[in-house]
């Protein structure tokens, strides 16, 4: 009966992560996560404290899951070296800086800073630095810039980082189309552009995602469909229309 | 506290349900310093340069799109207002609708600000503490060394000077006050001051706000007041006279030190280019005539630069873009200080549980990519929150359901204080032409559109053609009168007896709200009235319920307008109810349902049999003349 339950939890929160496409969940989310039968029969609630949650869930992780004790909280995850974690995420986030990245993983300080100059020592991860003096850290694979013909329409497959060329063009044909104003239309800033939608998407995320730029709503009633079809909808569903430019050109 | 009791208590008052401000004075959540801070004190500091040089032509500007903490800014503003040394008064303006009565709309709403109960001690409205402010000034300068260390106590001490001041005290500082101010600034009204000063004796105080508002006073009021009645004057006069009356406030204010800060909010709802040019007209002569009066305006940022830029004078443009501020949206510091604060409304936590039930890395990653709008934020986190206490996944809610809950707020806000929400036509006009275009298929009459007529404004504010069947086509007038002057009503159910007997068949609804006076002892209005019945007219007058009904229905389309209503999808997409699901929501409420606060309306155009009300022939002027409201908000861009 025990060895029933431990392959069932540990498979179970493996499938989770596989549905989240995540590499580790906070100890509530793995809880509400899982499927209410054996959340009863385990008498899990995300009500009860982290540690009481770990006290019932751990006997049951297996080999192939381990707890994390992050910075702000308790994850559970696969059973991953640091050096593994850091290279999982900097390939879904390509860029990052390395003070953000070392807030996303469930690693305390001092063994992720390890761990990463572990990896620059070896050249596995390079950094290089932002205008604005961030450190932004790519793996050496994914240097090399796609080239256009590659029109893949997923933000998320396109992996790499909009180049200083293109976010200096972007920001020029901004103050070109926008003319002043603090609220410029999305769409003609893709029309003036003339770039895949990937690359245009690319770069919008990446100033989007350093708070160069801040995305708004704006009014739909005001634009054709050929409009709205050039605006921007995220990974939420979520229309913007215009944007305003928040940092300095980079 | 336990972790359950917490639970309860954020299932029973959970922070996050309201993402929407809808009106700074009713306001309750927290303000989070970092968001906006920039915008908030920047408008902080230009009211502090108008408190030094009440002279300064200056206006602002606040550019955000929707969601993006507008109201919630006008909203911190008016906190400030009696924290900030000294203090200002603060006044908040909902769009209008009437261009013709420019100035009546801004002295109306300017009062109805400056008579609202203060959000701080000793005076109980900011016209109180503008009229204890020149008590004191005069009695300052008169009153012997004794009584001036006794008014000096007074004030050290935060006490209401008002309630110190014998009769014989008030009538020598009237008197000097009068004489002060009149022989100071030629173009003081000594009608606004006498009537101003009669504004604190308790059995002339709701005339003299009548009257300083620019209404139409009852002939006994006006007698008490002693003042001229209005009832002759034309639109003209009584917009020229309600702009002295501004001008004269304006030299108190800028005087006594106490500026008014106009908010002027919601402007997506001016539908007409007439709206947006009285929109303009008000904020040129507050900037470049009136003294100590700050017009700041909040505009969505698209449709400033596509709309209000296009349509209004340079002039205006110009004034209120020399300080403008953009609103941004919240870092994921920001966004978790916010829920930390909306938490805090509801729990007493310690510091190290500020975000329970949430985790806090979770959050951090749910907006650590860009900016998000506080309207995001908060309904990103209710969510999240309605999962947690759920345990399952948190059914979306309806637009309907959304409509319904924001309509029953707004109502219940309207009852709970019906003095701030006067009688007033053009929101009962807004409000009837939404509800007769939208109640639409079910009923024994159909309206494609409404439409105010090209003559007689002044009297009737819509009329239609009713269809019946083979027979003949039917006039339908619509008349709404809130005057309290028996001349005035007498005036329009003159236009409706007119309407009888132009044509017999012809039906015109007399609409009032009942809080507007129709005593018996108007013996020819009564007569007029019975003559106007006598002849096939329909009256009906609003109870409580009914206006508190009709005013939230039009404050709720300002609302949707503004994409001030949201919801969040079963895709998890938050997005603003549409004008579509808006008048699905209104054919919902209130068609056949016979308790409806429309039902005399009903019963009053139902009573034709099955009918079906068209459109009059829309004359070719009509867009060039006015709003051709009200516009079903399904066809409104």
């Given amino acids: ?75 559970i995850g696969r059973n991953l070296s640091p050096e593994e974690l850091i290279v999982g995420r900097i390939r879904q986030r390509p860029g990052i800086s390395s003070k953000q990245l070392g807030t996303q993983l469930p690693l305390m300080k001092k063994p992720y800073l390890t761990a990463l100059n572990a990896l620059l020592k070896t050249g596995a991860v390079v950094c290089t630095l932002r205008d604005n003096h961030t450190p932004c850290l790519m793996l050496v694979d994914a240097q090399v810039p796609l080239p256009e013909t590659a029109s893949v329409e997923s933000v998320e497959s396109v992996a790499s980082v909009a180049s200083g060329d293109d976010r200096l063009a972007f920001k020029a044909v901004y103050d070109e189309v926008g003319q002043g104003s603090d609220f410029v239309r999305i769409h003609r800033l893709r029309e003036a552009l003339e770039w895949t939608r990937a690359r245009f998407e690319r770069v919008l995320m990446d100033l989007r995602g350093d708070y160069t730029v801040e995305l708004h709503g704006g009014d739909p009633s005001l634009l054709t469909a050929t409009d709205l079809h050039n605006s921007y909808m995220d990974e939420h569903g979520t229309l913007f229309i215009t944007l305003s430019w928040r940092g300095r050109s980079s | 506290m336990t972790v359950d009791r917490r639970l309860d208590l954020l299932k029973q008052q959970n922070p996050f349900a309201s993402s929407s401000v809808g009106d700074p004075w009713d306001g309750h959540y927290p303000h989070v310093s970092s968001i906006n801070e920039e915008a908030f004190a920047g408008l902080c500091h230009l009211m502090a340069q108008k408190t030094h040089n009440p002279a300064l032509n200056c206006a602002g500007l606040i550019l955000g799109e929707v969601g993006s903490g507008k109201t919630h800014l006008l909203g911190r503003i008016l906190a400030y207002s009696t924290q900030a040394q000294p203090p200002f008064a603060f006044a908040y303006i909902q769009p209008i609708e009437d261009p013709e009565q420019t100035y009546r709309y801004l002295l109306r709403e300017v009062m109805v600000n400056l008579c609202r109960p203060a959000h701080a001690a000793p005076y109980a409205t900011q016209l109180e503490a503008l009229l204890a402010a020149i008590y004191i000034e005069v009695l300052l300068a008169h009153s012997r060394l004794q009584g001036t260390h006794k008014l000096q106590i007074i004030q050290r001490d935060n006490l209401n000077v008002l309630t110190y001041m014998r009769p014989p005290v008030f009538a020598y500082a009237q008197a000097w006050a009068a004489d002060l101010l009149c022989r100071t600034y030629p173009e003081m009204s000594a009608r606004f001051l006498h009537v101003l000063f009669q504004y604190r004796l308790l059995e002339t105080r709701a005339a003299a706000v009548s009257w300083l508002k620019g209404d139409l006073l009852d002939p006994a009021d006006a007698d008490r007041l002693g003042v001229p009645e209005r009832v002759q004057a034309s639109a003209m006069r009584l917009e020229q006279e309600a702009r002295d009356m501004l001008i004269s406030l ?73 300080n403008r501020f953009t609103l941004q949206g919240c870092t994921a510091e920001q966004a978790l200080a916010l829920v930390r604060s909306r938490l805090a409304s509801v729990l007493d936590a310690e510091p190290a549980e500020a975000l329970f039930p949430f985790d806090a890395a979770e959050l951090q990653r749910m907006f650590q990519v860009g900016f998000h709008s506080p309207r995001v934020v908060i309904a990103r986190v209710n969510d999240r929150l309605r999962h947690l206490l759920d345990a399952e996944r948190a059914t979306p809610v309806s637009p309907l359901q959304t409509l319904r809950e924001a309509f029953d707020r707004q109502v219940q806000t309207i009852q709970r204080d019906f003095q701030r929400y006067p009688p007033d036509r053009d929101r009962l006009r807004r409000a009837l032409g939404l509800y007769l275009s939208h109640s639409s298929a079910q009923h024994r009459f159909r309206l494609d559109s409404l439409q105010r007529p090209l003559t007689e404004r002044k009297y009737i504010d819509l009329v239609g053609i009713l269809q019946s069947g083979a027979s003949a086509s039917t006039p339908v007038t619509l008349i709404i009168d809130v005057e309290p002057h028996p001349a005035a009503v007498s005036a329009s159910l003159s236009r409706g007896i007119d309407c009888l007997q132009a044509e017999s068949s012809s039906q015109v609804v007399y609409i009032r709200d009942a809080r507007c006076p129709f005593p018996p002892h108007w013996k020819a209005t009564n007569e007029k009235l019975q003559r106007f019945k006598a002849l096939g007219g329909h009256v009906i007058f609003l109870d409580q319920m009914q206006a508190a009904t009709w005013y939230a229905l039009t404050l709720l389309s300002y609302a949707v307008r503004e994409g001030d209503i949201t919801l969040v999808t079963a895709e998890q997409q938050i997005r603003p109810v549409s004008h579509e699901e808006f008048a699905a929501f209104i054919q919902h409420v209130f068609d056949g349902d016979a308790a409806s606060a429309f039902r005399d309306v009903e019963a009053a155009l139902g009573r034709l049999g099955d009918t079906v009300l068209s459109t009059e022939p829309a004359p070719s002027a009509a867009a060039s003349t006015g709003p051709a409201e009200p516009k079903p908000p399904a066809s409104s861009p």
């Fill in chain 2, 250 to 322: 304006g030299l108190v204010l800028a005087r006594y030190g106490q500026p008014l800060i106009l908010c002027f909010d919601r402007l997506e709802n001016l539908e007409t280019e007439a709206q947006m040019h009285a929109f303009g007209k008000m904020i040129e002569f507050l900037v470049d005539t009136a003294k100590g009066m700050l017009p700041i305006a909040c505009v969505r940022g698209q449709q400033w630069q596509e709309r209000f830029r296009q349509v209004l004078n340079q002039h205006v443009t110009s004034r209120l873009e020399t």
């Fill in chain 1, 1 to 75: 009966m025990d060895t029933d339950r431990l392959v069932d939890v540990e498979q179970l929160v493996l499938a989770l992560l596989q549905k989240q496409g995540k590499d580790y969940l906070t100890v509530k989310q793995v809880v509400a996560g899982l499927p209410s039968a054996p959340r009863k029969r385990l008498g899990l609630t995300t009500s009860q404290p982290v540690a009481a949650l770990l006290r019932q869930l751990t006997p049951h992780l297996g080999q192939r899951l381990h707890v994390y004790k992050g910075s702000r909280s308790s994850y």
